[in-house]
Structure formats: structure tokens, C-alpha cells
């Protein structure tokens, strides 16, 4: 009994980080633009926070890093994108390369260091209840304000002013410029904002998940982030299931073979990403389902002038 505790425990707190993550792509593709980059701005806000944490001895401090890091990266790249009308595709696998190389070779003096003492989490009376303690009631704040979060953000996108206009820019940005609203400057927010979330998705991970630094530590994540926004066609509310369901795949590789199942550990390994292809693929066999609820004008640039 314990054993399954403890596997809906790593659960929550795996998917805790595609969570962050992929709410802040569907930000981003709500407004109308695809960034590719997730992996590298993951990376790179990985050990921006670990090295954070390091330095300072706060989690704070690391959270705030890696958001950081994961805005700038974001900026860049919707300068690039949303001034300059490159290509989206390419210019965000050029950003996710680039992350991954910068974040490696800043990264090298770091692989040996080691995080400050961590306090406990646990909630105090709930986390000593048998089974849903361990389960529920000892992880970081950050995953129970992801949910929060998943939440304010239904409340932003579908009951406010602002989230109706911010889907109004992936639905037709010539229309929102025709009624005056600066469809560049929101689409520039938008991605600033997923990119802020991207990083903090990637501190979570060397700060709280794994708390330590090695080269390509968030190992695909940023992938599976961008492949949950098609899973739960771009809402939130299934956003947050898809990462939680994603994040059992992840870590039912190590409940297997702690209890002794005789399963070769590469094929454990490969579970999430085989998981993927499997729901893009089923997916992809209702594309009326996903024109219901793609953004319209997603990954095409906008010309003001046009």
C-alpha cells in the first residue's frame, strides 16, 4: 500500500513540471504562435535556478532565476518572430538547440555542487494520515498552486475581458487590429508569460524534482509539453489531467521495477514517449475535434500592414 502512496505522490510531483510547462505554451498558442523552444528554455532555466539556489540558499531565488532566464529566451525569440516574421518551426528548434548547448556549457562548474539542506513540505495533521498523507499532503507549495494556477487560468481565458481578447489574437489578428487592440504587444506578452512558465517548469525540476545539475537533465520534457497542448486541445482543465496522466507514464517505469516486475529498463525508459506518439496518433484520427479548438490563426505571422 505504501508503495502506491508513494508512486501517486511521484505522479504529482512529475507532472507538476509538463503542467507549468504546458500552460505556458497554450498561453502562447492561444495567442497564435508556436514555440518550439520549451526544451531549451527549460534547460537553460535549470541551471539558472540550481545555480541560483547554490548561491543564495532560496528556492525563491531559484524559482526566480529560471523564470527569468525562461522570459529573456522568450523575448528573443518573439522579437524574432513577431517583429522580424521569421519562420516559428525554425526559429524555436534553433532556440531549443541553443539551450541546450548554452545550458551545458554554463552548467559545467555546477555538476558536482550540492543543494543546502531541504526543509520538509509536509502539511502538518494532513500529511500523517495513512495512505492520502503521503500521497496528497507532502509535496512542494508549487504543485498545489499549479492547480490553483490551471484554474485562474480558466477564470482569465473564458470569464475576462483580457482572455477573451488574448484569444481573439490566435483566432483572427486582423480583426484584433482592426478593432485597435496592439496584436503585436499581446502576442510579445503571451510569450514572455509561457516563457517565464517554461522556466519555471525547468527550476522545479533541478531545484525541487531532481535537486541537483546534469547536462540535459529535462530529458524530452519540453517535448511532451508541447505534445499536451495537442492532447488536451488547448484547455486547461485537460492540460492539467494530461500532465498528471503523463506523469504517472514517467514514473510507473520505477513502481515496475521496485516491486520486481522483469521488464527490460530500457523499454520503461521509452513509456513516455511511446505514450506520446500513441495520443498524438489516436488523436490525429479526429482532426474535426482539434479544429474545434485549435486557435485559428496559430503559427502564422501577422503584418500589420497587410
Not at 531565488?61 to 522579437?79: E, L, Q
Request: glycine share 12%; aromatic share 10%.
Amino acid at each position: 500500500m505504501d508503495s502506491y502512496a508513494l508512486l501517486i505522490a511521484a505522479t504529482l510531483n512529475a507532472g507538476t513540471v509538463l503542467a507549468i510547462a504546458s500552460l505556458g505554451l497554450l498561453i502562447n498558442e492561444k495567442a497564435g504562435i508556436v514555440n518550439l523552444g520549451a526544451e531549451g528554455m527549460m534547460l537553460c532555466a535549470a541551471i539558472a535556478g540550481f545555480a541560483a539556489v547554490v548561491h543564495t540558499g532560496s528556492d525563491m531565488a531559484g524559482f526566480a532565476a529560471g523564470m527569468a532566464a525562461g522570459a529573456v529566451m522568450a523575448a528573443i525569440f518573439g522579437v524574432l518572430v513577431i517583429w522580424l516574421n521569421t519562420n516559428q518551426y525554425a526559429t524555436g528548434l534553433a532556440l531549443s538547440l541553443f539551450g541546450g548547448g548554452f545550458s551545458a556549457f554554463a552548467g559545467i562548474s555546477y555538476v558536482q555542487e550540492k543543494m543546502p539542506d531541504r526543509p520538509s513540505f509536509a502539511i502538518p495533521g494532513l500529511a500523517d494520515i495513512p495512505f492520502v498523507g503521503p500521497a496528497l499532503f507532502r509535496h512542494h507549495p508549487m504543485v498545489y498552486l499549479t492547480v490553483l494556477f490551471a484554474l485562474a487560468l480558466i477564470w482569465f481565458l473564458y470569464r475576462t475581458r483580457a482572455g477573451l481578447i488574448l484569444r481573439s489574437v490566435g483566432e483572427s489578428p486582423e480583426s484584433a487590429h482592426a478593432l485597435g487592440y496592439p496584436v503585436r504587444g499581446i502576442r510579445l506578452a503571451a510569450v514572455v508569460v509561457g516563457g517565464a512558465l517554461c522556466g519555471l517548469a525547468g527550476a522545479y525540476i533541478s531545484v525541487i524534482y531532481t535537486p541537483l545539475w546534469v547536462e540535459g537533465m529535462v530529458a524530452g520534457k519540453g517535448w511532451i509539453a508541447l505534445a499536451l497542448t495537442t492532447f488536451a486541445t488547448w484547455r486547461p482543465a485537460r492540460v492539467l489531467l494530461g500532465a498528471y496522466l503523463f506523469g504517472g507514464v514517467t514514473m510507473l517505469q520505477f513502481h515496475l521495477q521496485g516491486i520486481g516486475v522483469e521488464v527490460p529498463s530500457q523499454f520503461l525508459t521509452m513509456l513516455p514517449y511511446v505514450a506520446t506518439i500513441v495520443v498524438l496518433a489516436l488523436i490525429s484520427r479526429n482532426p474535426r475535434w482539434i479544429r474545434i479548438n485549435m486557435p485559428a490563426s496559430i503559427g502564422k505571422p501577422f503584418y500589420p500592414g497587410s
